[in-house]
């Protein structure tokens, strides 16, 4: 009996012999071995790439504009984005920061582009602006009228402040009227009469 116990114990713990294991039907003394069979099934993935929806924190070239939502490696994103502080990874609650943020953005836009017009309405009630200049000959007159003149005219009569980048002005060297152009806004432009007389 000892005999059979040592047997199955040198057996069974034997790398060579694993995949054995002796017969219950063995008379004593004997060692009888019988297959073991293990089925293993193996089963293999498919590499993937592995992609991560990020947004952008600032321009990187091949990629986007700041602010731009876009799908990268994440080996990419990792190793080079990130420690360089390009971007992150989109998260719902980023998500929605985002559109809050948008949404103010649109209403400050709108905003100002009603201020424009409501700037605009009033440069086209007030019609004209009467420049005096010291006269020459005929309808001639020494200098001539500039868009920061114009500015002058209207922060005096209007108290309004506009910065004379936005004003265009027709070259002014006689007495007459002339039209000007006030860009308010990309989308609001205000035409006002200028009416140049001599002293």
Same mark, same amino acid.
């Given at each position: 009996?000892?005999?059979?116990?040592?047997?199955?114990?040198?057996?069974?713990?034997?790398?060579?012999?694993?995949?054995?294991?002796?017969?219950?039907?063995?008379?004593?003394?004997?060692?009888?071995?019988?297959?073991?069979?293990?089925?293993?099934? $193996? /089963?293999?993935? +498919? @590499?993937?790439? =592995?992609?991560?929806?990020?947004? !952008?924190?600032?321009?990187?070239?091949?990629? #986007?504009?700041?602010?731009?939502?876009?799908?990268?490696?994440?080996g990419y994103y990792r190793n080079f984005l990130l420690p360089m502080g390009m971007a992150q990874i989109v998260t719902?609650?980023?998500?929605?920061?985002?559109?809050?943020?948008?949404?103010? $953005? /649109?209403?400050? +836009? @709108?905003?100002? =582009?009603?201020?424009?017009?409501? !700037?605009?309405?009033?440069?086209?009630?007030? #019609?004209?602006?009467?420049?005096?200049?010291?006269?020459?000959?005929?309808?001639?007159?020494?200098?001539?009228?500039?868009a920061q003149d114009l500015v002058d005219i209207i922060k005096a009569q209007l108290q309004r402040e506009v910065d004379?980048?936005?004003?265009?002005?027709?070259?002014?060297?006689?007495?007459?009227?002339?039209?000007?152009? !006030?860009?308010?806004?990309p989308e609001v432009t205000a035409r006002v009469q200028v009416i140049v007389s001599a002293n």
């Amino acid at each position: 009996m000892a005999a059979y116990s040592a047997a199955a114990l040198s057996w069974s713990s034997s790398s060579l012999l694993g995949n054995y294991k002796l017969s219950k039907n063995a008379p004593l003394g004997t060692a009888k071995l019988v297959e073991r069979t293990s089925n293993f099934t $193996i /089963e293999c993935q +498919k @590499k993937t790439k =592995k992609i991560r929806k990020i947004i !952008l924190k600032e321009d990187v070239q091949d990629l #986007g504009k700041k602010g731009q939502l876009t799908s990268v490696r994440a080996g990419y994103y990792r190793n080079f984005l990130l420690p360089m502080g390009m971007a992150q990874i989109v998260t719902p609650q980023l998500l929605k920061e985002m559109k809050i943020e948008e949404e103010r $953005i /649109e209403a400050e +836009k @709108k905003r100002v =582009k009603e201020e424009a017009q409501q !700037l605009a309405l009033i440069f086209e009630t007030v #019609g004209g602006f009467k420049v005096k200049r010291k006269g020459g000959k005929g309808k001639q007159i020494f200098g001539s009228v500039t868009a920061q003149d114009l500015v002058d005219i209207i922060k005096a009569q209007l108290q309004r402040e506009v910065d004379k980048r936005i004003v265009s002005l027709p070259e002014i060297r006689e007495t007459g009227a002339y039209t000007a152009e !006030l860009k308010l806004h990309p989308e609001v432009t205000a035409r006002v009469q200028v009416i140049v007389s001599a002293n």
